[in-house]
């Protein structure tokens, strides 16, 4: 739709200014779900800043370390331009690891922590599905439906607006049972459930579609195990909850 | 006991669901091409096709259709667009030239000039020793088509002729690298 932004004479592209808009944005939604839950606000928005930039530099050096025969004639390029060049990946991997390190010395307790890390999470997630759509990197198939999207005089169904549908729907329970959640891990749980119960169903209409060699939507098998694994730890914490009470 | 039996059992009929949806969502992977594919810019459309004459050379054409699997042929294609008095392109020229020799016969790269003299467009290619096809886009109808309108733009197009990224901006080589290398192995 629009892939780039163009103010005056500059040029910027929609989905750079999104990501860095959807980060700013998911730190600030963890520092306030981190005060609902009467948490140590700071620690938790080190912990998300600490993974996110862990992250950021992760995928990058993953990716220098893959390529690096094309690096090591240009060392400056290591760090310059950093508009692409990332290995998600790795990225993720070493965000984790880093968050998991900041929590085990801070001595972060993990369910309410992630209760309050998730909407930080489900805010970064929209803000990605929102630049991917403002972008407009192919939305999905063919449909009829009134509110589809016209592009190049076809219609088609506007995948990025049903992520946002269902991340907009995880954080509403979120925000529905703050107050009055039974145990600690059941926000995070019932968060991640529906959210990957939503990612399950509208997967379905992407045409960009990541696939098996049998055309099988492989994000739709990672979200169906995701929701299946929230919901039985789900029963299985209340239960336990439950028999200490 | 009988709420844990209750849980288990829902818990069974939404895997039974989730993996009907699944299989219901499967793509028919016999249609490399998808289903409902149009002509557009955009990533998961096929790319708009075009014949370009190579500058340089007395009657050479090149088909994009031809070069992926729409038309006969079976390789991916990476698309430059680039103009002579454009920086960021003069940059990333060496590392395409570079590409195109080690991904010889295994992906073709073609260099688009944006609205200028095919004589200009045959010095650049002199100057930078290219030896990929440099086309000459006399009316501007391909760079139109493609909608660029920043400088340099290069599309990525996998062996079926559907577009799988729009790279605004100069690119740098392990980048580039990587983009082929993907498009390659598939």
């Not at chain 1, 010395?105 to 929209?126: E, S, Y």
């Amino acid at each position: 739709m629009f892939p780039t932004l163009h103010i005056g004479p500059l040029s910027l592209p929609t989905a750079g200014v999104m990501y860095i808009l959807g980060a700013y944005a998911a730190l600030t939604a963890i520092e306030r779900a981190a005060g609902y839950l009467r948490q140590d606000a700071g620690r938790l928005y080190n912990l998300a800043g600490l993974s996110l930039l862990a992250g950021f530099v992760g995928a990058r050096l993953t990716f220098v370390v893959i390529y690096w025969p094309a690096f090591r004639n240009d060392l400056l390029g290591i760090v310059w331009p950093l508009n692409s060049g990332y290995d998600l990946m790795g990225g993720l991997v070493v965000a984790l690891v880093a968050g998991f390190f900041y929590g085990r010395f801070h001595q972060l307790n993990p369910w309410p922590t992630l209760d309050a890390l998730v909407p930080g999470v489900l805010v970064g997630l929209l803000a990605v599905s929102l630049a991917d759509f403002l972008g407009g990197p192919g939305f999905g198939e063919l449909t009829n439906m009134p509110w589809g999207i016209t592009q190049f005089s076809v219609r088609r169904h506007p995948v990025q607006i049903y992520e946002i549908l269902a991340a907009l729907l995880a954080l509403g329970s979120w925000w529905y049972l703050h107050q009055d959640r039974l145990f600690d891990g059941q926000l995070f749980l019932l968060s991640t459930a529906l959210y990957s119960g939503g990612r399950l169903i509208t997967d379905a209409f992407r045409e960009n579609a990541w696939l098996s060699a049998n055309g099988i939507h492989l994000l739709q098998v990672i979200c169906l195990a995701l929701m299946l694994l929230s919901l039985y730890l789900l029963t299985q914490r209340a239960e336990t909850v439950n028999s200490k009470q | 006991m009988k709420a844990h039996l209750e849980q288990h059992i829902l818990l069974g009929l939404l895997a039974v669901l989730g993996v009907t949806w699944i299989w219901y969502s499967q793509e028919p992977m016999d249609d490399p091409l998808g289903f409902g594919l149009t002509e557009a810019p955009i990533v998961g459309h096929l790319a708009p096709d075009f014949t370009l004459s190579v500058v340089g050379s007395d009657d050479a054409t090149v088909t994009l259709s031809e070069l992926t699997s729409r038309n006969g042929g079976d390789v991916p294609v990476v698309l430059n667009f680039w103009a002579s008095w454009c920086g960021p392109c003069r940059l990333e020229t060496p590392h395409f030239q570079e590409l195109s020799l080690t991904y010889q016969d295994q992906v073709a790269i073609l260099g688009i000039n944006q609205g200028e003299s095919a004589a200009t467009i045959a010095d650049f290619g002199v100057s930078f020793g290219l030896t990929y096809p440099l086309l000459y886009d006399a009316d501007n109808g391909v760079n139109e088509a493609y909608e660029v309108f920043n400088l340099p733009t290069t599309i990525f197009i996998d062996r079926y002729g559907v577009v799988r990224e729009v790279y605004v901006g100069a690119i740098s080589q392990a980048v580039l690298q990587e983009r082929i290398n993907r498009l390659v192995k598939e």
